[in-house]
Every structure is written in C-alpha cells, then in structure tokens.
C-alpha cells in the first residue's frame, strides 16, 4: 500500500511540474547605490515547479532588506530565445508582503503589493541560481536590489 501511494504522489508531483521541483534558498542581496545602510543577508526557503520549459511557478519566505518577513508567489518566464545552455533570461511577477507600497498596496499598511522583477538564471544539472533585480520601492526608499537565490532540483 506504502508503494503504490508513493507512486501516485511522484506521479502527481510529475504531473504538476513536468520539468521538476526545484527547493529555492534566500541568500543575500546587494542594494545599488544605498544612500542608508540595509541588511544583505536575507534567509529564506521557497518552492519552484517548472511546468515547461519557458514557465515556472514560485511560493516562498524570506527576511528582507528592512528587516521584515516577506511572503511571494508569482511565475517565473524566461523565453526560449533567452536560453543559451545555463544560462536564461526572463522575468518574475507576482505579489509580495513586507514592504510599504503606498497606493499600490493593500491589507494592513498598505505592505502587500505587486512586483515585477528582470530575472538571470543559471542551472547547473541539479543546482542553480536566480538573480533578482528588483526595482526601486518608493515608499520605503529602497534602491533597486539584486537578489540571489541558490536552488536545488529535487524532483
């Protein structure tokens, strides 16, 4: 019974994420010319299923920049003509919490808001990483930011 209820979990995982299962790090991020000092280590933990080739989906936690929790969830799209081998270019889009979006954010303080994010993306057989140029956040002075995220294909 263990066996066949094993096989029809990867099955489904399979199914849902055809091109796998990638386990996403937080690591760190670099802030371009900060006028103020901001955290540059930044853990946290993620999940990433890559339905096809050029579509990813990503959910996730970590620590940011303003030292606050953050929550994602978005989709990752790197055209197939931005593939050379490794190497991908694409962009992330989705929601964010944990920073100040002013009039673009909702719930409590306004720290739920939308992101749209230029993306690299290396892949490396089972290991990878993501750099992240998050644009300029306004409301909480914060200058564009590259992001790394270090990740690891499991399924």
């Not at 937080?26 to 990433?48: C, L, W």
């Not at 694409?90 to 979006?101: E, Q, R, V």
């Not at 994010?117 to 290396?122: C, F, G, L, Q, R």
Request: net charge positive; aromatic share 16%; charged share 15%.
């Amino acid at each position: 019974m263990a066996a066949v209820l094993g096989n029809s979990a990867q099955a489904l995982a399979g199914e849902l994420c055809p091109n796998g299962w990638w386990a996403d790090v937080m690591v760190a991020s670099h802030h371009i010319h900060p006028y103020r000092q901001f955290d540059d280590f930044n853990p946290g933990v993620g999940i990433e299923c890559s339905v096809t080739r050029e579509w990813a989906a990503s959910i996730g936690y970590f620590r940011n920049s303003l030292d606050r929790p953050s929550f994602y969830a978005g989709a990752i799209y790197a055209p197939e003509f931005a593939h050379w081998g490794w190497f991908r270019v694409g962009a992330m889009g989705g929601i964010i919490s944990g920073y100040n979006f002013g009039r673009f954010g909702v719930g409590p303080n306004e720290r739920t808001g939308p992101v749209f994010a230029p993306t690299a993306i290396t892949q490396f057989r089972r290991f990878g990483v993501n750099f992240i140029l998050i644009p300029p956040i306004h409301a909480d002075r914060l200058p564009f930011t590259v992001g790394f995220q270090g990740k690891y294909r499991f399924h």
